[in-house]
């Protein structure tokens, strides 16, 4: 799992130990300076891909801005987007959209598994 971020390491690093998950509990953590385009382009899921040993096509994004979903479809990956800091309709290029992280399913990330999803994922 990774943090794939335009923002500089200093910021992402500083955000990640506010919310209680440090940079030491992701394979890895991809921010702005790594890449040479910054999203809308896909370099950095690209090359949180690559860090992590995975194609795109394995891999599910999820995002709050359109620049990063449009990164992510560019990229050839998954996308789900919440809409924390904009509406909803302004994140309909998404596969999938939510109106907060909480509501995102097990489904949304991997669809057409064989998943039985709890009641509390429903």
């Known amino acids: 799992m990774a943090v794939a971020s335009s923002a500089d390491r200093i910021k992402v690093v500083a955000?990640?130990?506010?919310?209680?998950?440090?940079?030491?509990?992701?394979?890895?953590?991809?921010?702005?300076?790594?890449?040479?385009?910054?999203?809308?382009?896909?370099?950095?899921?690209?090359?949180?891909?690559?860090?992590?040993?995975?194609?795109?096509?394995?891999?599910v994004?999820?995002?709050?801005?359109?620049?990063?979903?449009?990164?992510?479809?560019?990229?050839?990956?998954?996308?789900i987007g919440v809409a924390h800091t904009l509406p909803a309709k302004h994140l309909q290029s998404a596969d999938v959209v939510r109106e907060k992280i909480s509501d995102v399913r097990m489904s949304d990330l991997a669809p057409g598994l064989s998943l039985t999803e709890s009641k509390e994922e429903r």
């Open 15 to 59: 955000n990640l130990q506010k919310i209680g998950l440090p940079v030491e509990s992701w394979d890895a953590v991809v921010t702005g300076e790594l890449v040479e385009y910054k999203k809308p382009a896909p370099d950095i899921f690209l090359l949180a891909a690559q860090t992590l040993g995975v194609t795109p096509r394995e891999c």
């Open 61 to 79: 994004v999820v995002e709050d801005a359109a620049n990063g979903i449009q990164a992510a479809k560019q990229a050839g990956m998954r996308c």
